[in-house]
């Protein structure tokens, strides 16, 4: 079974610092691999996926991610971060070519921007 | 351009009351599913359906029932509302056929068992 594991639950930082949010994998098979963004009082929304091809993946808001097979993490990284990225951000994964598609996702990073 | 909508946004329940969660969605997706978000635990999968008809468990189903008469609505019914079933319960749908697709959430139920 996947498993998905957000290393750090709460990431404090200043507006305009670069940030990384890191996220870990665990399965035996070929997984896709998504990050989800949640505002206060909303739902979640999708930044970006990896699904095959390159390795970095662009996504909304000027975010992006690496998909690292060999360390099964799949980080996420803004260069400069403003007050509206405040949110929790969610790692999920699917399991490659699953016919379900069900999301498992990871217990999520709150991200707190800082004037 | 709705979405994805679930009703009611918040509900307040005494123990063993019973309750559905509306969710219905206006783009014709096969996939919808149910999740409960609980602190620090993230999002946990309850129920899903890959069409009319058809439903599975997911990772945290007991407790929850649901149904699937039509491709737009999804409820998820709680039969005997316990304490522990206090969370906010987000729906979800995507087009079938492929899981690189994205999932469309609602803007959640938050629900409280006295």
């Known amino acids: 079974a996947q498993s998905v594991t957000q290393l750090d639950s709460q990431v404090p930082v200043f507006e305009e610092a670069p940030v990384e949010l890191r996220c870990n994998y665990s399965?035996?098979?070929?997984?896709?691999l998504f990050w989800y963004v949640q505002y206060p009082n909303q739902g979640l929304q999708l930044l970006l996926k990896?699904?095959?091809?390159?390795?970095l993946v662009k996504g909304i808001n000027g975010f992006e991610a690496e998909f690292n097979k060999s360390q099964t993490s799949f980080h996420l990284r803004k260069p400069s971060v403003h007050i509206s990225d405040t949110a929790e951000y969610f790692c999920?994964?699917?399991?490659?070519?699953?016919?379900?598609?069900?999301?498992?996702f990871g217990k999520g990073t709150k991200l707190s921007v800082k004037p | 351009n709705a979405g994805v909508t679930q009703t009611p946004k918040f509900q307040v329940l005494k123990t063993g009351q019973s309750m559905t969660l509306q969710c219905a969605q206006d783009?014709?997706?096969?996939?919808m599913s149910w999740y409960r978000q609980d602190p620090g635990m993230g999002l946990r999968l309850i129920h899903y359906?890959?069409?009319?008809?058809?439903?599975d468990q997911g990772e945290v189903p007991n407790g929850y029932n649901v149904s699937r008469s039509t491709t737009e609505d999804f409820p998820l019914r709680l039969l005997s509302a316990a304490p522990s079933q206090t969370s906010v319960y987000f729906c979800?749908?995507?087009?079938?056929?492929?899981?690189?697709?994205?999932?469309?959430f609602g803007e959640g139920s938050r629900l409280t068992v006295l």
């Open positions: 979800a749908s995507r087009r079938q056929g492929s899981n690189t697709g994205e999932l469309f």
């Open positions: 399965s035996s098979v070929s997984v896709y």
């Open positions: 990896y699904l095959s091809g390159s390795t």
């Open positions: 999920a994964v699917t399991l490659f070519g699953g016919s379900q598609g069900n999301l498992i």
């Open positions: 783009m014709n997706h096969e996939y």
């Open positions: 359906s890959v069409g009319a008809g058809i439903t």
